[in-house]
């Protein structure tokens, strides 16, 4: 894969950022927008706006075709066995949201367990300690080894008869932990519980097959895999779906109304109440096809070798503390001896360099570490070796500035 030849088609990396090019290292938050992306959605403003499902006038069919068109590219993506399974959202927290608030409050009881894991995003404990709060079901947390990853012995020992739901991350956004989804959801399933997969991490950097992981629910974001913020997914079984009542009401989602009970539509529209984010699903659409023009395996291979390279790297600095398993996704989450890790993102935003600095959205997994905050450099597949090369010199140079200073 040509990593530079790529990178030119994100307009925002051709620029110079306190007098030195631009060096992006903050994909895990979210990712530039390719030309592609940024031209459908123009083109969807500036030729077919209009609301979908309403209108039979001409614009109302096209905006409507391209949105459906969305669906099905999703579909595809993931693997999902029909388009009803594909429930457009602002994004993977309202994704777990929804199956927090409708599956977990009507399937969860007291006494039931909620199986998830300290390194998730606050996006994925939350929810679900709410859920918790709700029904006086038990949080339960499978074991942390040393580096931070988990074992599927644990696994099976901590999800139990009494489990209800399992919330995983399918990459965690600290660590870069890759967890074995497949297995993971074979023992939820064997014990009688669902599992819900934050895809955030997982569906931009690899091929995701739903129907292969035998995952009930699965969530991600556009916005991290090259399409506009404010539009996500929730797939979920159609089964699981069908019995899940709605969490918002209002226009496009119902069937029928009467003055005192109402009727919903079929999947997927009737978790889709109001007008949906129509220019965020073309512009999801488009990224879906710019990345299966360049292909999953290729970014996923790409990234493998980034990831083994910048461990390389990053460790012949002397007094750094780099966090998670040696198998992990592309990103590196670290800190520098005596430096606070938001002078370190400062001082590497002085030389072009954009990190990401602070708790990450995992105080559990800070407080696991026992650290206040950490300093996380992610890749892209627009990423070369020259990027980690600029890092790490970033880092020497930003050790030497703070040892003279002490």
Not at 266 to 283: Q, S
Request: proline content about 4%.
């Amino acid at each position: 894969m040509d990593a530079k030849a790529i990178r030119q088609m994100f307009p925002i990396l051709d620029q110079e950022i306190n007098g030195h090019p631009l060096v992006y290292l903050d994909s895990s938050a979210t990712s530039q927008k390719p030309i592609p992306v940024i031209e459908a959605v123009d083109n969807y403003y500036r030729q077919n706006n209009a609301n979908v499902h309403r209108g039979v006038h001409t614009l109302g069919s096209r905006a409507t075709d391209q949105y459906e068109g969305a669906r099905e590219k999703v579909r595809r993506f993931i693997n999902a066995s029909s388009t009803a399974e594909v429930i457009f959202t602002r994004g993977t927290t309202t994704a777990i949201n929804t199956v927090a608030s409708s599956f977990g409050r009507a399937n969860v009881k007291a006494g039931d367990e909620i199986v998830i894991t300290q390194t998730e995003h606050h996006s994925n404990i939350i929810p679900w300690q709410q859920v918790a709060k709700v029904t006086g079901a038990t949080l339960k947390f499978i074991p942390l080894q040393e580096d931070g990853s988990i074992t599927l012995e644990d696994a099976r020992n901590t999800i139990t008869p009494n489990t209800k739901v399992v919330a995983i991350a399918h990459v965690s956004n600290v660590l870069g932990t890759i967890h074995p989804i497949k297995e993971i959801a074979k023992i939820a399933h064997d014990n009688g519980a669902v599992i819900l997969v934050d895809g955030a991490q997982g569906a931009p950097h690899m091929k995701v097959d739903v129907q292969d992981l035998d995952c009930d629910f699965y969530a991600f974001s556009g916005h991290k895999m090259c399409a506009p913020t404010g539009i996500g997914v929730l797939y979920g079984k159609k089964q699981l779906l069908e019995e899940m009542e709605p969490i918002e009401f209002g226009g496009e989602m119902i069937d029928f109304v009467n003055l005192y009970d109402s009727t919903w539509k079929e999947l997927p529209w009737k978790f889709e109440g109001g007008t949906p984010i129509i220019a965020g699903a073309v512009g999801l659409g488009a990224a879906i096809d710019f990345l299966n023009e360049i292909g999953m395996d290729t970014i996923h291979e790409h990234e493998k070798k980034l990831a083994v390279y910048v461990m390389e790297r990053i460790r012949t600095i002397d007094g750094i503390n780099v966090y998670g398993p040696e198998n992990r996704a592309s990103l590196v989450t670290f800190n520098l001896d005596d430096v606070h890790p938001h002078d370190v993102a400062t001082a590497l935003d002085s030389y072009g360099i954009a990190v990401r600095a602070g708790h990450h959205c995992c105080q559990p997994l800070m407080k696991w570490l026992n650290v206040a905050a950490t300093a996380r450099a992610s890749f892209y597949m627009y990423n070369t070796e020259e990027d980690v090369d600029q890092l790490v010199d970033g880092l020497l140079k930003t050790k030497e500035f703070f040892g003279n200073v002490f």
